[in-house]
């Protein structure tokens, strides 16, 4: 029996000498072939849908530098994702998709790189003021190339409006005077609902009415959720869902799909990106629904929200910063490139000039609305500046858990109550964090 | 196995040790000494790499937090340092983890005897000598078992929305004013008739796998003295079978503490289930959502060892009961 084992051994060991022998051959002709030639490759995360296929027209004309999409489940595991590769000082990819909310985040984790230098400075007039500096964080640093934006839209049944006889609300009162009318017409029809599971949506309309969540002031950061504007905009919502009138369910669950479907749930107050989510989930609504501005707090002077939006981003690992912003300056800005973003992800680019240019027809679902383009252009143009902290995610699962035990309490002092409680969450991470706070 | 393999070298090394050997010999008895270690080679190296490093690891981490200077931007304004035990003080004095824990104890107390009543009466059942279709029932009380949690909860999920359920729109039908099962009272029974629809066919074979092993003899023995067959179940399967039911009852705890995936699936689809619904949620939402593992890793500790205590109490107090006649 020893001497059996003995042989065993002897194998064992032989084929752990193959083994590593294997590992150093290929290890060596690995690094031969990449000194030989100078081809670039580089590897981007992105969740947007057919991002492959606009990147493809870049690999065809750039050999040198090719690029390979590695599809990603979301904004928020694939932030993840970076965030543990970058932690684990390996894995991560050159470029990464990157929504404006997360980069505060990522620049305080050391994940993104400051591209200043790499020639992406010279590209602030092409976006809009606020955008830039949602990338920049107002500093001169570079952090990202804007990609998209999401302007806040509101979508309805123009058929059951007509049906009803409601005009199309322009400002938030008269938005709870449609909900109250609907309601009452039907009690199983809802102008809208407040849904505690999408904080970019709350995000969004607290911008709309002056919010910014963070600031910087000097050396310190400011948080700011529990100030005037978001507790108009959480009061006017508890109000309504205390009422009855507007739905107090979460967005995008089966349930809110089977609404928009079926006539229950008449309006949305969406982003431009709407249309997407609207085919997608009511594809058979299609020619009755119509888009309009988001209404306003106040008519005389206009002002909008983002709910959405995302950069690229190059990653602190990556070897090739320089080609990885040649290829993310050409994605973004490109009139060949945006225009191929529009028809294959349907994006609303956020390059100024080259999306005036690519956005000429009204997208499928809304083809009953030739000027749909020209709604979120006027939408484009008021969104308000907003400056995002370094720990959105905890203000955003503070949003998640608080907002959505108000909701179910329906009381509008359960949403004042819960836009205390989210500042208190905030701050108090920030302060543990060791963050230089007010 | 492993341990035989020890103690017959320490036995044998014993033995040896008081007569005086020559060199060669010597040389003999400490290689065969190595033998039983290179066997257990690939065993422990599995081990260290994939479960004791790991552990060593998560208990380095909770003992590290990482500290911001200013405004926290660009590299170099994190750094790691040694926290004591600042992570474990954050997570017990954390009324959302005091929560999460109160939850799953009400939980367990609603899941865990229903689950092991129904497997039991299931295994009972199919094991009566009259049950026909047995092989039939069988499979399908299991098949749930081998549906991943995500899945079943996603499916359940649908069961549950009123708006697309075809339950709610049969009581909407015959005028019926059902409460939603996602409702913050009804949402753990939500989850837990989830659980017990996955776990009652895995429980169910155990015990019944323990049944057949139970010899004929015993039971022609009890109906010659006229036991009924109810009898015979109450009298002499249940005690017999007890090692397996408290084995069950054992893992369904561990199962019971580490809920996860059915209200991690339902979270999205109702205002009831908090971000920190369960422990191990909790966990979750720290290391993933607020990306500080250091405080997740200090809660994950915590699970571990209340998981320890509790398996090893519960077996502490059933042992001699349940394994007192197999000694």
């Known amino acids: 029996m020893r001497a059996r084992l003995r042989i065993g051994a002897i194998a064992t060991a032989a084929a752990a000498a193959l083994i590593m022998t294997g590992c150093t051959a290929t290890a060596d002709s690995g690094s031969g072939s990449g000194s030989s030639d100078e081809k670039v490759e580089l590897t981007y995360w992105a969740w947007a ?42 894995g991560a990819p050159d470029l990464i998709q990157a929504e404006y909310q997360k980069i505060p985040t990522l620049v305080s984790a050391d994940a993104i790189a400051d591209i200043a230098g790499d020639g992406a400075k010279d590209l602030s007039s092409t976006f809009p003021d606020g955008v830039w500096n949602s990338v920049t964080l107002g500093s001169d640093a570079v952090y990202a190339i804007p990609q998209d934006t999401g302007p806040m839209m509101f979508f309805y049944r123009d058929d059951i409006f007509q049906q009803l006889g409601v005009s199309v609300p322009t400002t938030w009162d008269e938005y709870a005077d449609a909900a109250r009318k609907i309601h009452t017409a039907d009690p199983t029809k809802f102008l809208g609902t ?7 949506w709350f995000t969004g309309l607290s911008q709309q009415a002056g919010a910014s969540w963070w600031s910087i002031d000097g050396d ?21 869902v205390e009422e009855g009138v507007i739905d107090n369910k979460p967005m995008y669950t089966p349930e809110w799909n089977a609404g928009l479907n079926d006539g229950s749930q008449v309006g949305w107050t969406g982003a431009v990106w709407g249309p997407g989510v609207l085919s997608g989930n009511a594809a058979d609504t299609a020619g009755k629904w119509k888009a309009a501005p988001l209404p306003n707090w106040d008519a005389s002077s206009p002002s909008n929200g983002n709910w959405g939006g995302s950069s690229t981003a190059v990653t602190t690992q990556s070897k090739h910063a320089a080609a990885a912003v040649e290829f993310a300056t050409w994605l ?45 252009a006027e939408a484009a143009q008021s969104v308000g500046d907003f400056t995002y902290g370094p720990n959105v995610n905890v203000a955003f699962s503070a949003y998640n858990d608080e907002f959505a035990k108000a909701a179910e309490s329906k009381q509008a002092s359960a949403f004042l109550e819960a836009v205390t409680a989210m500042q208190k969450i905030t701050l108090d991470d920030m302060k543990a964090s060791g963050f230089t706070v007010k | ?38 066997m257990l080679l690939p065993g422990i190296v599995l081990f260290v790499v994939f479960m004791a490093a790991p552990i060593v690891y998560t208990l380095y981490l909770s003992f590290q937090k990482t500290v911001v200077k200013g405004l926290g931007l660009g590299s170099g304004a994190r750094s790691q340092v040694f926290a004591g035990l600042d992570n474990y003080i954050a997570s017990l004095t954390d009324p959302a983890f005091a929560a999460s824990v109160g939850r799953v104890l009400l939980y367990g107390l609603i899941l865990i005897p229903t689950m092991l009543v ?30 991943p949690a995500v899945i079943s909860s996603l499916l359940w999920g649908f069961l549950y929305l009123p708006g697309v359920s075809p339950f709610y729109w049969i009581f909407d039908q015959l005028g019926w004013d059902v409460p939603s099962m996602l409702s913050p009272g009804l949402v753990m029974f939500a989850i837990a008739n989830i659980a017990l629809w996955g776990g009652v066919g895995f429980n169910m074979i155990v015990m019944y796998t323990s049944l057949k ?3 004929s003899e015993i039971y022609e023995a009890a109906t010659i003295d006229g036991a009924s067959e109810v009898q015979i179940a109450l009298r002499i399967k249940i005690p017999i079978i007890a090692p397996a039911l408290v084995m069950t009852a054992l893992f369904s705890m561990i199962a019971t503490l580490q809920v996860f995936a059915e209200p991690m699936t339902l979270r999205p689809l109702t205002n009831s289930l908090s971000t920190t619904w369960s422990p191990l949620m909790f966990v979750y939402r720290d290391a993933f959502i607020r990306d500080d593992v250091y405080t997740a890793s200090a809660t994950s500790i915590l699970i571990a060892l209340a998981t320890f205590a509790i398996s090893f109490f519960f077996l502490r107090v059933v042992q001699r009961r349940a394994f007192g006649q197999e000694d």
């Open chain 1, 49 to 90: 849908p057919n991002l492959d296929k606009v990147v493809d027209i870049w690999n065809k004309a750039n050999p040198n530098i090719q690029v390979t999409v590695a599809k990603q489940d979301g904004g928020d595991p694939a932030i993840t994702k970076l965030l543990t590769a970058i932690k684990a000082g390996s």
């Open chain 1, 194 to 200: 407040f849904s505690a599971n999408d904080a970019g």
């Open chain 1, 220 to 240: 310190a950061w400011g948080v700011d959720i529990d100030a005037e504007p978001t507790q108009k905009v959480a009061e006017y919502w508890g109000g309504l």
């Open chain 1, 332 to 376: 973004n800005t490109d009139p060949a490139a945006v225009q191929a973003l529009v028809t294959e992800t349907g994006i609303y680019p956020a390059a100024t000039d080259a999306a005036a240019s690519a956005l000429t027809e009204a997208p499928a679902f809304f083809s009953n609305q030739p000027d749909f383009y020209d709604v979120a």
């Open chain 2, 1 to 38: 196995m492993t341990a035989t393999v020890e103690r017959s070298v320490k036995q044998r090394r014993a033995s040896q040790r008081p007569a005086a050997l020559s060199p060669a010999k010597r040389k003999a008895a400490r290689k065969r000494a190595v033998v039983p270690y290179m």
């Open chain 2, 118 to 147: 129904l497997a039991l009466l299931f295994a009972l059942l199919l094991d009566s000598r009259r049950t026909r279709a047995r092989g039939f029932s069988r499979v399908s009380i299991f098949l749930p078992y081998a549906v």
């Open chain 2, 213 to 215: 092993a139970v010899p």
